[in-house]
C-alpha cells in the first residue's frame, strides 16, 4: 500500500514538473505552441525588437533569437505540426539575427503564413516576406528603410562596402521571396519625404500589397483559412 501511494505521489509531482516547465516556457518564450506540442497549426509570434548579440535593454519587448531558433526546428521535426502561422509586430532590430530568422522560415518543408498586425519595421519586412504567403491588417504598417548602425563606425571604404553588401543581402531575400521588382524596392528605400531625419518608405495596409512587398490585405481569419488550404493542397 505504501509502495502505490509512493507511486501516486512520485506522479503527481512529474506532473506539477511538466506543468511548471509549460509555464516557464510560455513565460520566456511568450509562446503558448509550446504547451501544445500536438497541434496542426502552430503559432509562431515575433514581437517588439529582434535581439541578437547584443541583449536588449530590460524594459524593451524583445523575441531572442536563440529562441525562435530552436522552436522552429522542433517544428520541422514535429510530424504533428502541419502548417505555421507567423504573427508579426516588429519594429526591427538584430539586422543578422532577424534576417537567420528569415532564411529559418523560409526553408521550413511545411506550408508558412505570416500576418503583419500592428507593424513590420526594418529587418520586419524579410521576416513578413519568408513564408509561403503573407498578410497584412488595414491598418499596420511596414517601414522601408537602409540598413543603419549606432555606436562607433570607423570611416573607411571598408565600412561602406559591408553595409553596401549587408543592403544587397537583405533586398536579395525580399526579391526572391515576395513580388516586389527589384527597382520599386530601391525606390522605396531611397526615398527622402516619409521619414523624418531618415529615408525610407512607410507603408500602409493595402501600400504594401500594391507594390508586391505582401500578398493580401486581412486579418487572422483569412489568414487561417488560407493556411489551412495551403495544408490541404499538401
Do not use: W
Not at 31 to 40: D, I, L, Y
Not at 126 to 136: D, E, K, M, Q
Not at 207 to 233: P, R, T, Y
Amino acid at each position: 500500500m505504501n509502495k502505490k501511494i509512493e507511486s501516486k505521489k512520485s506522479e503527481v509531482k512529474q506532473d506539477e514538473n511538466i506543468e511548471n516547465e509549460k509555464l516557464e516556457s510560455i513565460k520566456e518564450l511568450g509562446n503558448t505552441g509550446v504547451v501544445n506540442p500536438n497541434e496542426r497549426i502552430r503559432v509562431l509570434s515575433i514581437i517588439g525588437q529582434i535581439e541578437g548579440h547584443v541583449v536588449a535593454p530590460a524594459q524593451t519587448k524583445a523575441t531572442k533569437y536563440e529562441h525562435i531558433i530552436p522552436q522552429l526546428i522542433e517544428i520541422e521535426q514535429n510530424e504533428n505540426v502541419e502548417g505555421v502561422l507567423i504573427v508579426l509586430n516588429t519594429a526591427g532590430g538584430d539586422v543578422e539575427a532577424g534576417l537567420g530568422i528569415a532564411e529559418m522560415i523560409n526553408s521550413i518543408s511545411k506550408p508558412t503564413v505570416s500576418i503583419v498586425i500592428g507593424g513590420g519595421h526594418s529587418i520586419g519586412v524579410p521576416l513578413a516576406t519568408s513564408s509561403n504567403y503573407s498578410f497584412i491588417t488595414p491598418s499596420a504598417t511596414m517601414i522601408v528603410h537602409p540598413v543603419r548602425m549606432n555606436g562607433f563606425i570607423i570611416g573607411v571604404s571598408q565600412t561602406f562596402e559591408y553595409f553596401k553588401r549587408m543592403q544587397e543581402r537583405i533586398n536579395s531575400f525580399i526579391i526572391r521571396t515576395s513580388n516586389i521588382e527589384e527597382k520599386k524596392l530601391e525606390e522605396l528605400l531611397s526615398q527622402t519625404g516619409d521619414l523624418l531625419n531618415d529615408m525610407g518608405t512607410i507603408l500602409i495596409g493595402d501600400q504594401a500589397v500594391e507594390c508586391g512587398l505582401i500578398d493580401e490585405v486581412g486579418g487572422l481569419k483569412e489568414a487561417m483559412a488560407k493556411l489551412n488550404s495551403l495544408i490541404d493542397e499538401r
